[in-house]
Every structure is written in C-alpha cells, then in structure tokens.
C-alpha cells in the first residue's frame, strides 16, 4: 500500500494487480485527491472498513477478491454501499458491461482508456455524492418525500429522517438512539451519516427539528412556545436562537415572510 498526500478533501482508493497501470493511474490523479493503492480487492476492502473512503477505481480481473466481489461487498454494505464505485476492464463485451453494473458499479470504464475520461467519471460520481448532500441544505421548508425511484442511500436518509421526526420530541432522542435503532455501532452510524450530509449525527438531529419547525410554523400556524415544546426544545427561547442560527432569520420574521410570499403568490 502507497499512500500520495494531497491537501483535498477526496480519498480515492485504486485496486489493480499491475503495477504499471497502478502507478500510471494514481500518478494522474494525486495531483487532486489523495490516493491509496491497493493490488488487490481484498487489500481495498481491508483498508475501507478501517479509513474513509470518498470513491473506488478497481480494476475486474485481480487475484483474492476481483473487482466483482469488491464490488458487491461495497455495495450490499450499509456502511459502505454510498461510496461510488468505478470498475475498469478489458473486457468490452456488452454483457460483460451489464455484468459490472448488476454487481452496484457506478461506472464502467473499458481498457484502454483515456485518463481525462476517468478524471470526468471522478468528477461526475463526487458531484452527485454532493448533491446528496444538499437533502440538508440551510433553506427552509423541511424535507420532500423520497420517491420510488430512490437509491439505498436516500432511503437510508429517509429512514433516518423519520426516526428523528417520530422520536423528536423525547427526550431520549441521541446518537446512541439512533444507532440501536438502525441496527449499527455508533461509530459507523456517525461515519455514515458524516458521508452523506456532511453532518454530525447530533447536527443532522438538530436540523431535521429545525427543518420540521419551518414546516409546521409555515403550514399548521403554532406559536413558537408550541413548536419549542412539540420539538424537544428546553425553551422556546432556545429554539429561536437554533432557529435563528440554522436559517439567518427569527421564527417570527419567517412567518412574515412566507405570508407575504403567500400573499404575493395568489395576486
């Protein structure tokens, strides 16, 4: 294993057993991410249950684990199955194309190939990771559903959303709540949710509260003490300071605000 610092924020994990197309692949991209190494898939999966991972570039036909057993063992993980997978390989069959994309592969890139292609694939897989992440944006109202069409990430999210939504006003909601409920460690709760919002388990906690507040100040007319009280707050004065906070505007002014909207919109 090799690893090549750089100051960004990705970590790219690259799995081939020749050495030559290894180093010519990692040698173009550390001068954006930080890349690691690997000759194999088993080598890959060990290092991604122990460091975050932001995306994978396996190679298919490698000894011990090959690219499709990588794969699968990302992919039907909860706590790894958000990270973007791109498969290379000789092979340029369709069926073989099909294959890598049944097996959870979010790309699938044929050999030869050009390093500017891969470098866009890259850039395009982590751009949607961020996307995700925008399911937690600062802007008011609260979340929309998730429609049928969802990936097991957005489900997760989902799930997660309505656990906090249903438990909001107890005062047992926490982290370790949370984690039980979804049947994980608290650590890999915290990783995941980490890699799918770019926040804190607690944060996602108190957003999700914020977010529902915006909704039903904007929607069902309760007062800020009711909301303050229905959402778990100690105080209602505690909750406007979060609200506040979280959306650069009072509760009161964002009650102004959406009634004048409302009024603007029907004239």
């Known amino acids: 294993m090799i690893n090549s610092m750089h100051p960004t924020e990705a970590t ?9 197309i290894l180093d010519f692949i990692a040698d173009d991209l550390e001068e954006q991410y930080r890349v690691i190494k690997m000759t194999n898939g088993q080598e890959a999966l060990d290092y991604i249950k122990l460091y975050p991972v932001d995306l994978i570039v396996s190679d298919l036909i490698m000894p011990i684990m090959d690219g499709y057993e990588l794969c699968t063992a990302i992919k039907d993980d909860l706590q790894y199955s958000h990270i973007p997978f791109i498969m290379l390989t000789a092979k340029n069959s369709l069926q073989s194309k099909i294959e890598g994309l049944e097996f959870g592969a979010d790309a699938y890139i044929e050999k030869p190939f050009s390093p500017t292609f891969l470098q866009a694939q890259i850039s395009s897989l982590l ?3 961020k996307s995700l992440r925008a399911h937690y944006d600062a802007t008011p109202p609260a979340q929309s559903d998730v429609d049928a069409e ?3 990430d957005q489900l997760f999210l989902q799930k997660l959303n309505t656990l906090i939504l249903e438990n909001m006003s107890e005062q047992t909601l926490c982290v370790d709540m949370l984690a039980e409920r979804m049947c994980m460690s608290r650590p890999t ?3 995941k949710i980490k890699a799918l919002s770019d926040l804190s388990p607690n944060e996602l906690i108190n957003i999700t509260r914020l977010k529902k507040a915006a909704q039903l100040l ?3 007319g309760y007062k800020v003490y009711e909301i303050a009280n229905k959402l778990g707050f100690s105080t209602p004065s505690h909750f406007t300071r979060n609200f506040q906070k979280q959306f650069g505007i009072s509760p009161k002014e964002f009650i102004i605000k959406m009634k004048k909207n409302a009024s603007s919109s029907h004239n």
């Open 218 to 220: 904007t929607n069902h």
């Open 127 to 129: 751009r949607n990771r």
């Open 189 to 191: 709760l915290y990783r």
């Open 12 to 20: 790219i994990v690259i799995a081939d057993d020749h050495q030559e």
């Open 150 to 152: 969802a990936t097991g």
